[in-house]
């Protein structure tokens, strides 16, 4: 059987010890609260989640990598429901990797709104694997908020202190309530807005008491239960106050007010609050798999450049805790790899992957799993 030279086995031993030193020195993920089973969260996933538009400058390498990161973090924010999720240890060292977690990628130019003048933007319109982003979430020890989400009906009333009285901010008013919509999107929930129909325009009324009993028999019209009320005055030291109320139903589930100089600031605090709910809710901690050590066999590497993208890959795997170089063949390489989840999940991650691809499904029976390079 023929060998790498003498030189190339070397360098891959001095580069693999400081992973080995590091095996089994990494926290496991926080014990799970839940485990609802793995197919059923699975097979409810909403599309629209795991795709995203990041703002991009230019079309260079450096910048693309940086947006991928950014839109893993933003996914990883939606599919857990916490706010705080970019700053959990193995989603932020995933956000080096996004790319293989990518389905589909496009740049895009996008006409927004500034100041009542049209803007070109230039987005980096992502979409990611939705097997991988399970179970980096899983693996990351965060709460999965899998299944349909129920869309709240947003009851919004505006007094801006011109003599008027509030008003009902209906679908023909959207983008007054746009701060709120989009800070929505990126927690992951969609508001709906009434019409503004004859029936609804005195409702601004019970808006304004933040009556949800008597909006109730209005939002079901709409086919759902779950209201958000919310009423914005010019507060008496400046800037604007909002009050909000969050309903399941007539059934208060929360309340809370902001204020602000900024009245776009003070319209999107509506979304925060009610995200950390209604994720509450409905997020579980899924159990991501025992952490194993296996042996595992990587194939197709053909050269130079395969072992050093191989190499970099597997130092940047986020469950990955450390490996050990067992055998070194011309166009093969024989590791143990110690994984902070299952192996199962540890393949899901891979699934979206352009570098690292399962060549067989998990099994129990003896022999290495088997992996290829997908180049």
């Known amino acids: 059987m023929r060998f790498l030279s003498p030189v190339f086995v070397l360098a891959w031993l001095v580069w693999s010890a400081s992973s080995q030193a590091q095996i089994g020195s990494a926290p496991l993920p926080p014990e799970p609260v839940a485990q609802p089973a793995p197919d059923a969260v699975s097979d409810s996933r909403e599309a629209e989640w795991y795709g995203v538009d990041v703002p991009v400058t230019s079309q260079e390498r450096r910048e693309r990598d940086a947006a991928l990161g950014r839109a893993l973090a933003q996914v990883a924010v939606r599919m857990s429901g916490r706010a705080d999720a970019p700053t959990n240890p193995v989603v932020r060292k995933a956000t ?118 008597a909006l109730s028999l209005l939002t079901s019209r709409y086919g759902g239960r779950l209201q958000l009320l919310g009423k914005m005055s010019r507060s008496a030291a400046g800037g604007w106050s909002a009050e909000w109320l969050l309903a399941d139903g007539d059934s208060e589930l929360r309340r809370w007010s902001s204020s602000d100089p900024s009245p776009q600031r003070v319209i999107a605090s509506g979304a925060d609050t009610a995200a950390d709910v209604l994720a509450r809710r409905s997020a579980v901690v899924v159990p991501a798999g025992a952490p194993v050590v296996v ?81």
């Open 295 to 375: 042996d595992a066999e990587i194939s197709n590497i053909r050269n130079q450049d395969d072992w050093l993208a191989l190499a970099a890959y597997l130092q940047s795997i986020p469950v990955l805790r450390g490996f050990e170089i067992l055998e070194a063949q011309p166009t093969a390489l024989r590791l143990r790899l110690d994984l902070a989840v299952g192996r199962e999940r540890f393949d899901a991650m891979l699934v979206g992957g352009r570098l690292l691809v399962p060549a067989e499904p998990a099994s129990t029976t003896d022999g290495p799993s088997r992996y290829r390079l997908a180049r």
């Open 96 to 213: 080096r990797i996004a790319e293989s977690m990518v389905l589909s990628s496009d740049y895009r130019q996008i006409e927004e709104m500034a100041g009542g003048v049209p803007v070109q933007r230039s987005v980096l319109a992502v979409r990611f694997d939705p097997e991988a982003i399970d179970a980096l979430v899983m693996a990351a020890g965060l709460p999965l908020w899998s299944g349909a989400r129920a869309k709240p009906m947003l009851w919004f009333a505006i007094d801006d202190g011109s003599g008027g009285g509030a008003r009902l901010v209906s679908a023909q008013q959207i983008n007054v309530v746009k701060p709120l919509a989009q800070r929505g999107l990126e927690r992951g929930v969609r508001f709906l807005l009434p019409s503004g129909t004859s029936v609804e325009q005195p409702a601004a009324t019970s808006i304004w008491a933040l009556d949800a009993s």
